[in-house]
Structure formats: C-alpha cells, structure tokens
C-alpha cells in the first residue's frame, strides 16, 4: 500500500514538473544556421585540400588547389604566339630612315638654290625643281608611314584575341585555387585530396555558427506580442531539470501562416495554423543545430 502511494506521489509530481516546464515557454523551435555549400569552379584533381570537419576558417582564406598544369602549359603558349606575331611588326623609324635622309638632302638643296635665286646665280626653274623633290620625298615617306602603321595594326588586332584567350586561362587558373569565402565551421567535407573533381561538385559545407538562428512557431493570437528587432529570452535545456538562458533578438516573421510542423507539436495541434519567426542568438559555442529550445517573449 505504502509503494502504490509513494508511485501515485511520483506521477503527480511528475505531471506537475511538466505543466511547469510547458508554463515557462511561449514558443518552441530548433536551431539552425545559414549553410554554404562551397563547390568547385574548376575541372581536375585535388592536389591539396587542408580542411577537417569542425575546423573553423576565415573567409579569404587558401584551403587547396585544383591540378592546373594544363592550363599554365596554355598559357605559356599564347604567350609564345603573342611574342612571334609581334616580332614580324616593323620598325617604322629604321624602314623611313634612308627616306630621311633623300629628305634632308633635298631640303638643304632647296636652301641652297634658294639662296642662289637671290643672288641670281640660279634659275627659278631650278628652285622649282628643287622644291617639288622636296614635296615628293615628303608623299614617299606618309606613304610608306602609313603602309607600316597599316601592319602593325593588323598584327596587333591578331594579338588581342590571343589575349583575351589568355585573361580566360588567368580567370580558369584563379578557379583552380580553392579559396575559402565565408567565416564559419566546416559542417561536412564532401572532397578528399587526389580525387577528380568538376564545376559544381561540392567540396564541403560550411556555416557561421558564432551567431545562431532559432526557428520558432507562434500562433495567431501571439502575433500581436512580437515584432522585429524585439528582444526575447531563449531557453535551451542544460540539464533534465535547468536551462541555459540566451538573449536573442526576432529577425523574422513569416508573413503567412503555415499548419504546425510535425516534428514541433503534439498531433492534436498539427491542425492548427502556426507563423514561423527567426530568433538570432549569439553562440557560446554551447547551441547547436538541431537543437531544441524555447522562447519566452
């Protein structure tokens, strides 16, 4: 008689217990954190890749590399064509050079038969003559500028493809090196090193988990309780009997309603329509994902 008591006494202190802990909360949810699934740009084989799950990483930072040994022997030889196009461009000052010169000598000849015009030593006939040679080395010489100038652009338009062809191996090269691009936790590594890997292949998973998101569910009638940027109270059980407290801040509320997600409430209450909200809550290291907690406004 004394031991059915003392099991009825339990079970009552038991339903009280767990009235009490439902009495202290006015949402449940559980946590979650922006992921990043990090893939690969570029096609080939790891050579290196220095993560491990759970390392923390630094955005910016170099994790490994895709063999790129092809397109650096690709490079080099767009390189090459480049520098054999532009050997065959000509030096315009040497090819106008002895054109120059006829130029000089004539000018100082036209000099010369003007002066003797003066003196009336020579003929203006002479000074004419002299003076439309002067006028024809000139046209010899823009004819044959403009001609070298001519090739020179043709082969400089041969040239910029070959570049272009090049800043695409440069932006392929820059894929190769696996960069790391947000501050977070590596959750999953898809990849290992010396595998074959392709453009779009994940390498592996990575979230910040220094700030935390609690997806909770409220009802209709809470609504009018809560409101972006409010700071509630965050409960996420420490022991069978205590919680750990955070202070979170409601970054978000679903503008419809949606029924109640199975994995939250009992199955009478599944019917019901529920709001979904976003609670941010800095990370003691001690939350994780998946993670139950409750929220009290």
Known sequence: MRTKLYVITLMAMAGTACHNKESVYDASGTF???????????????????????????AGQAIGYI???????????LQAQIGTVRSGKPDINAQTAALQEQLRQAEREQQRTANLVKADAATRKQLDDAT???????????????????TSGNLEEQVVPLEVQIRQIDDQLRKCRLVNPANGTVLTKYAETNEVTAPGKPIYKIAALNTILLRAYITGD????????????????????????????ITWISDKAEFTPKTIQTKEER???????KVSVNNDGYLKIGMYADIKF
């Open 271 to 277: 019917a019901n329509l529920v709001y979904a909200i």
């Open 222 to 249: 809470q609504l009018s309780q809560v409101k972006t940027g409010q700071k509630v109270k965050v409960l996420a059980d420490d022991t069978r009997d205590t919680y750990k407290t955070y202070e979170g801040t």
């Open 132 to 150: 439309a040679q002067v006028a024809v080395v000139k046209k010899q010489i823009a004819a044959l500028q403009s001609s070298l100038k001519i």
């Open 32 to 58: 979650e954190a922006v992921e990043t699934i990090v893939s690969s740009e570029a096609a080939g084989t790891i050579r290196e890749l220095n993560i491990e799950e759970g390392q923390t990483l630094k």
């Open 67 to 77: 063999d790129s040994i092809q397109l650096d022997l690709k490079k080099k030889q």
